[in-house]
């Protein structure tokens, strides 16, 4: 099985060619809802997991955050809410700057760097949580573990761990206001 | 120099950068930044290996000026070369790679000024953060302590010069450690501020929306 990194690096240089193909007023509005999502996860990401045991216990029955499956349940809530927020920002009205790119290679670079972006901060994302809730996945023999050197040295630059809170409200405040203005 | 001095000076030489940004415009700068903080990069992870490869073939050159493999004994020429004083000793790499900067720097201009398209603000601010950069790099550059004959120069030991850098770099060091969130943000606002702004009108008044 090849390292985790590996995948992490095939596909956010996808989400580069993505972005090609998007070009850049579009990934632009994708970046914004991304941010907006990290923060939302970030912020109140446990106090809603306790809300959702605590209003969903008495209607299953099981206290979630008690079994012994707690790990992957939450990494399974924390990773379908943020895919649902991706889908929505790649196929649903979104955010999305009017205008075109601009022309030739300065376009093109753009348009392939904001996609890298895209990649990292979605890939990132998910790779987060995985490592947050102790690879899960596991138990699928979806990962094997100890994560190599270089794993353990980019964990700790993922979006979450990276980007702190000043920063992401600062960075949507300006990616909005842009918008606006735009 | 006290801290509120530095600051001033700090202020002064980032006003002639902010000016110089304003002049050349925003296609030239992020240019000149783009190769700044290549030749950072570079220097920061290869510095080390540049001078070791230039040392090398100083040494490659002093061999073939002694007659080289034609000569009478070449173990012996090669010997005595790898046995001469190396072409940048240890004391004096770090004034080599400072020239080095200043040398890169002024070509990194030089070649921004080619590609200059008019005056605008998102240049000048753009010539803030180079003019910042720059004097950032600098300081990581320059030695830890004064050179012992420029302490002489200066009448006293090279402790006292130690602060007198300290003092001087002092308003960086605080901008970094204290508001490093805000410096990045200030940097990729600029960033940002320049990709919206290239964003072109679209065609035939059409406003897109469809993720």
Redesign the interface.
Known sequence: MSPIEFYWITLTVAFGFIGAARG???E???TTVMLIAILVLKRFGTPLMSLLDKQLGPLLGVQILQQPDSNLIQYLIYTGFFLAVVF???????L????????GG??ML?SIA?GLVNGYLINGTLWYYLDKYDYPIQRWDLFKPPLTDLAQEMVRYLPPRVL?T??LI??IG??TL?RIR? | MNSTEALIALGAILLIFGYLGFRHGSRAELTTLALILGLRWLLERRGDELVLWINRLYQAFLFLRRGGLTAEDPSRVFATVRSAQPLISADFKPTFLVGLTVLVVIAAYAIGRLLRAGSSLIGMLLGLVNGYIIIQFFVSLLPRRLPEPLSILMGRPSPAGDEEIRAMTAPVRHLLSEYD??V??AI??VI??W??G??????GGQ?????
């Open positions: 850049y007023p579009r632009l509005g994708v929505a920002a790649y196929a649903g009205e979104t999305t700057f009017r205008g075109q790119p601009a022309r300065v376009g753009i904001n702190d000043t920063m600062g960075l300006i990616l842009l735009k | 969130t805000y990045v943000l990729v606002g940002l501020i990709v919206v290239s964003i072109q009108p679209a065609k406003s897109g929306g469809k993720g």
